[in-house]
C-alpha cells in the first residue's frame, strides 16, 4: 500500500500541473475530426469533466492532466466504437485537499468527472448531483416565490440542424434548428434569456423582460420515454402566480422569438422551502444517463455550458434549509458543501487558504494538486453527507504519512521555488519533488527503525 501510494503521489504531483479554470458546461466530448464511426479515435484534448457546471469535478484542461489520474482514456475508448464499453469510472480515486486561515480545520474532496452518463456521477442523488444543488441553493434561498418554467419542442423540431460529420466546422452560422447542435442550443439559450431576461442594451443593462433573475438548465431527456431525445430548458425565476394574459404574453414572446409556434410552455410557482428544495434537485439531476442514446449529440454538447444564471444574486437570504429539512427535504450537507464551494470555511467562517495564484488566470487556488483518495481513509476523513467533501480531523503525528497540513506546506514550497528560483537548501528540496523528500524521509525512517526505534517513533506525537 505505501509503495502505491507514493507512486500516486509521484505521479499526482511530477505529472499533473494545476488547470484550475471556472468553466460550465456538461462534461460531453465532442470530435474534432469527423466523426467518430469513421475518424477511429479522436484525438484527446480534454479532459471531458473539463467543462462542468462548476469547477469541482473536472478541474484538469488537458489530456496529460487527466492522463495522470488514469481520468484520460475514457474518450479513447468510445472514440474505438459507437456503442462504447463502459471502463470502470476512475471518479473519486484522487482527493484535492485544504484547510481554512485558521489552519484547525481541514478539509478533503474527491474529483468528479461530472458526466451525465457516468455511472458514478450520474446517479441522482450522487456527489456531482449534491455538488450542483449546492451551488444553486444559497441563490435560491434569496426568492420567496420560485417560478419554473418548462420550454420543449415539438417532436418534430428537436432533430433539425445535424450538422453532418463535422458539427462543429460550422458555428457562427445562421441557426438552422433549435436544439440538434451545440451552436444551436447556444444561440437558443441565448434567446430564451433575452426574452425572459430582456434584451441587453449597454450601460442601461438589460431592457424589457419578464423576470429579473433566474437560472436555467437542459435537460435532454424525459422521465416518460426512456432513451428519447427531448431536449427543454428548465428556468427557476422569481415569480409567483401568474395570471393568464401574462403567461401567455411570456408564451407568444418566446414562440416569437424562437420561431417556433408550436413551442411547448409550462409554468408552475412555489413558495414552501420544501418545495423549492425540490425544484432545485429536480434541474440539477443528469437526464443523459446513458451514452448509448445519442452519441451524435454526446459528441457535441462537449464543453457546453450548460447552465445560465442573469439577474443580480448579491441578496440576502428569505429562508433556510432547515425550513426545508421541517418540510421533508434532505439537505445534509448541502450547506457545508456551499461555503466550501464559496472558498469559505464551514466550521469556522474563514477563507480557506490560498496555496498560490493560477499562473494563467490569476485566480486564487485553495485546494491542492491530487492526492490517492486513500489518504482520506488514513486520515480518518468523515464524509459530509455523501458530497465526496470531506472533514479531516487534526493530525499531530508525523510518520509515513503526511499530514494534510504537511501536503499544503509542500506544494506551497514548490510553488515558490517554481516561482523564483533560488539555491536556499529549502527551495532545492521543493524542485526535487515531493517523491524525493519523501524517499529520503522514509528511508530516514527505515534506519531508525532498523536501529530498533520503531515503537518510539511510531507513538511519537501521539
Ligand atoms: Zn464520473
Ligand atoms: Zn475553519
Not at 420561431?259 to 423549492?276: A, R, T
Amino acid at each position: 500500500m505505501l509503495s502505491s501510494n507514493k507512486e500516486s503521489i509521484t505521479q499526482a504531483f511530477a505529472d499533473i500541473q494545476w488547470g484550475l479554470g471556472p468553466t460550465e458546461g456538461v462534461g460531453f466530448y465532442k470530435s474534432r475530426k469527423g466523426s467518430v464511426a469513421e475518424q477511429g479515435p479522436a484525438p484527446s484534448l480534454s479532459f471531458p469533466g473539463a467543462a462542468l457546471e462548476n469547477n469541482e469535478d473536472g478541474p484538469f484542461q488537458t489530456k496529460s492532466e487527466a492522463e495522470g489520474l488514469g481520468l484520460g482514456d475514457y474518450k479513447d475508448l468510445i472514440a474505438k466504437s459507437a456503442t462504447p464499453e463502459k471502463p470502470i469510472s476512475p471518479c473519486g480515486a484522487w482527493a484535492l485537499i485544504s484547510e481554512c486561515e485558521s489552519g484547525d480545520h481541514h478539509f478533503g474532496k474527491r474529483i468528479y468527472c461530472g458526466r451525465e452518463w457516468c455511472e458514478v456521477c450520474g446517479e441522482d442523488n450522487s456527489a456531482s448531483h449534491k455538488r450542483r444543488q449546492a451551488r444553486i441553493l444559497p441563490k435560491i434561498q434569496q426568492v420567496k416565490e420560485l417560478g419554473y418554467l418548462v420550454i420543449e419542442w415539438p417532436d418534430w423540431a428537436r432533430h433539425i440542424g445535424e450538422r453532418g460529420l463535422n458539427p462543429d466546422q460550422d458555428q457562427g452560422d445562421p441557426v438552422a434548428g433549435w436544439c440538434y447542435s451545440k451552436a444551436d442550443l447556444q444561440e437558443t439559450t441565448n434567446m430564451i434569456i433575452e426574452v425572459l431576461a430582456g434584451r441587453r442594451c449597454g450601460r442601461r443593462g438589460r431592457v424589457g423582460g419578464f423576470f429579473a433573475r433566474g437560472v436555467g438548465r437542459w435537460h435532454w431527456f424525459g422521465d416518460q420515454c426512456q432513451g428519447k431525445w427531448n431536449p427543454h430548458f428548465n428556468v427557476l425565476v422569481e415569480s409567483g402566480y401568474l395570471s393568464k394574459p401574462e403567461l401567455e404574453g411570456i408564451k407568444a414572446s418566446l414562440r416569437f422569438a424562437l420561431n417556433c409556434p408550436e413551442l411547448i410552455v409550462h409554468y408552475s410557482y412555489f413558495d414552501k422551502p420544501g418545495q423549492m428544495v425540490q425544484k432545485v434537485r429536480y434541474i440539477t439531476r443528469a437526464t443523459f444517463r446513458d451514452y448509448s442514446w445519442n452519441p451524435y449529440m454526446a459528441q457535441d454538447l462537449f464543453n457546453f455550458r450548460n447552465i445560465r444564471w442573469w439577474g443580480n444574486w448579491k441578496g440576502e437570504p428569505a429562508w433556510d434549509l432547515g425550513q426545508a429539512k421541517v418540510e421533508g427535504e434532505d439537505i445534509a450537507g448541502l450547506e457545508a458543501v456551499s461555503k466550501l464551494q464559496e472558498g469559505l470555511c464551514p466550521d469556522c467562517g474563514q477563507p480557506l487558504k490560498v496555496l498560490y495564484h493560477n499562473h494563467r488566470t490569476g485566480q486564487p487556488v485553495q485546494w491542492s494538486r491530487p492526492v490517492d483518495s486513500i489518504y482520506l481513509d488514513i486520515w480518518g476523513a468523515q464524509e459530509i453527507s455523501g458530497t465526496g467533501y470531506y472533514r479531516i480531523p487534526r493530525q499531530g503525528w508525523h510518520g509515513y504519512i503526511f499530514s494534510p497540513g504537511e501536503l499544503l506546506k509542500l506544494e506551497k514550497l514548490a510553488v515558490k521555488a517554481r516561482a523564483s528560483p533560488s539555491v536556499s537548501p529549502e527551495a532545492r528540496m521543493a524542485r526535487e519533488h515531493v517523491n524525493a523528500y519523501w524517499e529520503r524521509k522514509r528511508r530516514a525512517w527505515d534506519e531508525l527503525e532498523d536501529m530498533g526505534f520503531g515503537y518510539f517513533l511510531r507513538n511519537a506525537g501521539k
